[in-house]
Nanobody, 126 residues
Framework: QLQLVESGGGLVQPGGSLRLSCAASGSTLDYYVIGWFRQAPGKEREGVSCLSTYSGRTYYGDSVKGRFTISTDNAKRTMYLQITDVKPEDTAVYYC???????????????????WGQGTQVTVSS
């Protein structure tokens, strides 16, 4: 019954910042693992950042470490991806996602996630 609706995408200049939001309905995100993924044309969907709302464990892809931050609000009804120092290669459709808490070494593997937002386009261009 969990549904995810994301927003916040758009056009941003290189070096700029933006924040993506993903609102949960039907359930809070308690005891879920949440994640942000992106897919550029002709490329496979990749895990950008993931977070266990139970343990606090996080994952960041190598290309975004130090620039992207994943978080939730205190009620765990909304998840965020704060993006800074954007680069042209960040251009993609970004998806929020969630899955039930479980032990796995593949924390941010897309095929493990059951619930998905509709996607929001992020375009980095001058």
């Amino acid at each position: 019954q969990l549904q995810l609706v994301e927003s916040g995408g758009g056009l941003v200049q290189p070096g700029g910042s933006l924040r993506l939001s993903c609102a949960a309905s039907g359930s809070t995100l308690d005891y879920y693992v949440i994640g942000w993924f992106r897919q550029a044309p002709g490329k496979e969907r990749e895990g950008v950042s993931c977070l266990s709302t139970y343990s606090g464990r996080t994952y960041y892809g190598d290309s975004v470490k130090g620039r992207f931050t994943i978080s939730t609000d205190n009620a765990k009804r909304t998840m965020y991806l704060q993006i800074t120092d954007v680069k042209p290669e960040d251009t993609a459709v970004y998806y929020c996602a969630a899955r039930a808490e479980a032990t796995t070494p593949r924390m941010c593997a897309a095929d493990l996630y059951n619930y998905w937002g509709q996607g929001t386009q992020v375009t980095v261009s001058s």
